[in-house]
């Protein structure tokens, strides 16, 4: 009896080894730098505790690093990345290249249907879904109240540049390092060039005329730059040419800044006690214009997508429906609040009363990105789409270009006509090189 059992042990025992593993799978996952991705990393436990199959490798880099290497990655079909963070610029041009798989396995209850419509055009290419919005966001104005009140003035829900002017050399105290205006200054096509692209609409100004001319020798643009150098030598902190996003956000937090022109999705941090000394001093209002129809704000979402030619693709689809689902919102809302949500993707966020009552927020970053038009971003006629890029392959590199004349105006190094002079030569170059014109 004795040797039965041990012979039907060792068989059991035998048959165990013999099955097969289930075969493990890494994702490398890029993520940029900012607050909310890098809060989704932290909380992507959940995720690998629901699919122990299934592992990430995190890549964190910097914004600009970030574009160049996804760029370089997918150009050359190098297949570094599974999962790819990338924005509505990248999207329809890469989805119509065949550089991206269709989002059609997000699952059942994944609803793509409360997608806002306005971000989910911008991540689509006939009617289909390349890109899953982590989070969505236009620009507007953040802002002191307590300083506003001290310089006499009351901020409007639609303020007006010639506002924000006023408001910033009257808020400026150089002496207190407290600087009237923060805004980017960093080069890049979406750092300083994002907000610089948007101010610019809102003046009158674009990047090309219906024939894709350059049109940084115009009026329009001179206004523009010229009015932004200006202030931001007035009203702006020191070294500002080195400030994009999470420089100015950190200037902000630690109450140096008057006011802040920049994404909406930067509220919540603005307003959060553990990371803002003025959490509860802080307002909101619509992106300036200059009442030509047209104002400074963008449209924008940071967002997921499977690479083409990726040998994961179940598993990368699985983890970007877990990363951009309600129920993920549901999760950072049970860890962090309902505040710290990642904000601007989905139309129920924007009915969930929770969500409302604890993002005072919330109605001004809904307001703003349903202003963006990206069909029609500026006030005269263009035969390109999108706010605060233009989308062509090739703006990308033109911008990278532009960006750093105009972060060299803000330094000092040159002057703004200068700096528009050199951005109307290498963008007519660049754009005759293309094909664009002769």
Not at 75 to 98: H, M, R, S
Not at 282 to 294: E, H, I, R, T, Y
Not at 351 to 375: C, E, G, Q, R, V
Request: hydrophobic share 45%.
């Amino acid at each position: 009896m004795k040797v039965l059992v041990k012979s039907l042990l060792g068989a059991v025992a035998l048959a165990g080894l013999s099955l097969p593993a289930h075969a493990e799978t890494t994702l490398t996952i890029p993520l940029v730098n900012n607050s909310d991705l890098i809060r989704m990393q932290k909380l992507s436990d959940d995720f690998t505790a629901k699919n122990p199959d299934i592992k990430i490798n995190w890549v964190t880099l910097e914004e600009n690093v970030l574009r160049q290497k996804l760029t370089t990655d997918i150009a050359t079909k190098g297949g570094q990345f599974d999962v790819l963070t990338i924005g509505t610029y990248e999207v329809p041009i890469w989805g119509k290249k065949g550089w991206l798989l269709p989002l059609d396995k997000l699952g059942a209850d994944y609803d793509v249907d409360d997608l806002l419509p306005a971000i989910r055009g911008g991540l689509s290419v006939d009617g289909k879904l390349y890109a899953s919005p982590f989070y969505g966001e236009s620009s507007m104005v953040m802002y002191r109240k307590d300083l506003m009140d001290k310089a006499g003035l009351k901020m409007p829900d639609a303020p007006t540049w010639d506002f924000i002017r006023e408001a910033a050399d009257k808020m400026t105290d150089k002496a207190g390092e407290v600087y009237g205006i923060c805004l980017r200054g960093k080069a890049g096509w979406g750092e300083n060039m994002a907000f610089l692209t948007a101010t610019a609409n809102s003046f009158g100004a674009r990047w090309f005329d219906e024939k894709w001319e350059p049109q940084f020798n115009t009026p329009e643009w001179k206004k523009a730059l010229d009015f932004y150098l200006s202030m931001m030598k007035a009203d702006g902190p020191p070294g500002a040419a080195a400030n994009g996003f999470n420089e100015n956000l950190a200037l902000f937090g630690a109450g140096k800044c008057g006011m802040w022109i920049d994404a909406t999705v930067a509220a919540s941090f603005v307003t959060d006690p553990k990371q803002s000394k003025v959490f509860d001093k802080v307002g909101f209002a619509l992106a300036p214009d200059n009442g030509l129809g047209k104002r400074g704000n963008w449209l924008w979402a940071w967002s997921l997508a499977v690479p083409a030619g990726s040998q994961k693709t179940e598993a990368a689809q699985k983890f970007i429906a877990w990363a951009t689902s309600k129920q993920y919102a549901a999760l950072v809302a049970s860890k962090e609040g309902w505040a710290n949500v990642p904000p601007g993707t989905r139309t129920s966020l924007y009915n969930n009363p929770d969500y409302l009552k604890a993002a005072p927020f919330a109605k001004m970053t809904i307001d703003s990105i349903n202003s963006a038009d990206p069909l029609h971003p500026t006030v005269k006629p263009v035969p390109y789409t999108g706010v605060q890029f233009v989308a062509i392959p090739e703006f990308q590199g033109i911008a990278n270009d532009v960006g750093q004349d105009f972060s060299g105006a803000l330094a000092g190094t040159m002057t703004g006509d200068a700096a528009l002079a050199a951005a109307q030569a290498s963008t007519e170059a660049a754009m005759k090189k293309a094909g664009y014109i002769k």
